[in-house]
């Protein structure tokens, strides 16, 4: 599944803060603002416009181009918001974004935050090698054991081991500041946000997961985008946290 991302690198426009401004789905030019913001016009007529959860439930819609995975989209916090204030709370506190594959990462906007961007694979190669686990949950542990997960923007988007080793990590004491983890797959996808979706509200961690086997790299990275963009949105005085 893939996110709009039009235009991702094209204008200049920078804030006062000293990052280029967030664009709504990659869009910098004229035509490309037209496009995004009929896109997201027409998703706002098939999922409600209400609350911040509802801004994850229509990125969820556009990401995938299926109005009917606005209800697959999970929260675990005391309400649905609380994971998107969370999330956006991080990214304006410039906190790390930490994915798992290159793919989130390379769908992560450079735009609105000054957050550092991080992937997990390609760490923990001896661990791997050691013990047979995939290479994404040795990577998941080695960066744990670094402090990295804690108070960070926890993304999985690709793989369920990578899933089930943050909710081992969360389950022993890491803290991130929210998870947004779409694992896709037949094999342990929906087991392994199942478990974090437990294991995070049993340790007060927020998270942003979806039900079902479908999910992906694209879907991962349009939702983590949004809370940067809710981010935005605060720092212009539009949403209150």
Known sequence: MTTNTDDATDGDANSDDGFEEYADLGATTSNAMDIAETSMD???ELVRDETLADRIRQKSVHATGDPEFQHLVRFTGADDDEPVRAGAQAVLDEQPIVTDITMVKAGITGRGHD???QKAIGNGAELAAETGMTRTAASVLELD????YDGAIAVVGNAPTAALALADCIEDGTRPAVVVATPVGFVK?????????EVAAEHGVPTITNVGRRGGSGLAAGLT???VHVASDVREGVVDL
Do not use: D, H, M, T
């Open 42 to 44: 027409r998703v706002r």
């Open 115 to 117: 957050c550092p961007v």
């Open 145 to 148: 054991k670094q402090g990295v």
């Open 189 to 197: 996808a929906a087991e392994s946000r199942e478990r974090l979706r």
């Open 225 to 227: 985008n949004e809370l």
